[in-house]
């Protein structure tokens, strides 16, 4: 199991417009679902950072499951909001080990 998680800096202001999209689109995934996932926010560290975390079997599961969000058009609206909301942003992958 591989735990994918991306992480944002989001302009000063706008972290919880940026999450509401986030959120929306997240039960829209756990409705098909998609895999688990959560949001998070900082309580220390960088201010307005968001992290969205999601499991996936393996990295090829997940680049197959990214083909699909990033093709439906609820999430490309969703991405153009906040798109000019966040500033950088990475990806990091983790093996679960228990």
């Not at 992480?7 to 997240?26: I, P, R, S």
């Not at 969000?69 to 942003?89: H, K, N, T």
Request: charged share 25%; glycine share 8%.
């Amino acid at each position: 199991m591989i735990l994918v998680r991306m992480v944002f800096q989001v302009k000063w202001g706008h972290v919880h417009e940026v999450l509401a999209d986030f959120k929306k689109f997240q039960e829209i995934m756990q409705q098909e679902s998609k895999g688990r996932g959560r949001l998070l926010t900082d309580l220390s560290g960088p201010f307005n950072t968001l992290v969205q975390e999601i499991e996936v079997e393996s990295l090829a599961a997940w680049e197959q499951q990214r083909a699909e969000i990033f093709s439906r058009p609820d999430f490309q609206e969703s991405q153009a909001r906040s798109a000019g909301l966040i500033e950088s942003g990475r990806v990091e992958f983790y093996t679960i080990e228990g």
